[in-house]
């Protein structure tokens, strides 16, 4: 049974950094697509990051517009674990952020099979 457990969520002041876990269990993720998503209060719930990889080898790596150049998704094959870094935060950053994977980066897009419960992140201005 796959399995999805966030962590590293917090408060934060605006220009700040947070990294966030996503620890998997159930399988290897070699050869999956897994990411990040994230859902404000009264907001749907959009994409954030995404990577593809098998083996050390990163095929693909996907950003939303709004994150480009201050988050970055990585791996740590042995740990089973994927982060999300994120730097130069904004109020606009506040949500819940869920750890998502799926077969490829559009099927996890399109409609996840697997979640974890989330991680809460404030950012105060």
């Known amino acids: 049974q796959v399995q999805l457990v966030e962590s590293g969520g917090g408060l934060v002041q605006a220009g700040g950094s947070l990294r966030l876990s996503c620890a998997a269990s159930?399988?290897?993720?070699?050869?999956?697509?897994m990411g990040w998503f994230r859902q404000s209060p009264g907001k749907e719930r959009e994409f954030v990051a995404a990577m593809y990889w098998r083996g050390v080898i990163t095929y693909y790596a996907d950003y939303a517009d709004s994150v480009k150049g201050r988050f970055t998704i990585s791996r740590d094959n042995a740990k089973n674990t994927v982060y999300l870094q994120m730097n130069s935060l904004k109020p606009e950053d506040t949500a819940v952020y869920y750890c998502a994977s799926a077969s490829t980066v559009q099927a996890m897009k399109l409609n996840a099979p697997y979640w974890g419960h989330g991680t809460q992140v404030t950012v105060s201005s």
């Open positions: 159930g399988r290897t993720f070699s050869g999956y697509a």
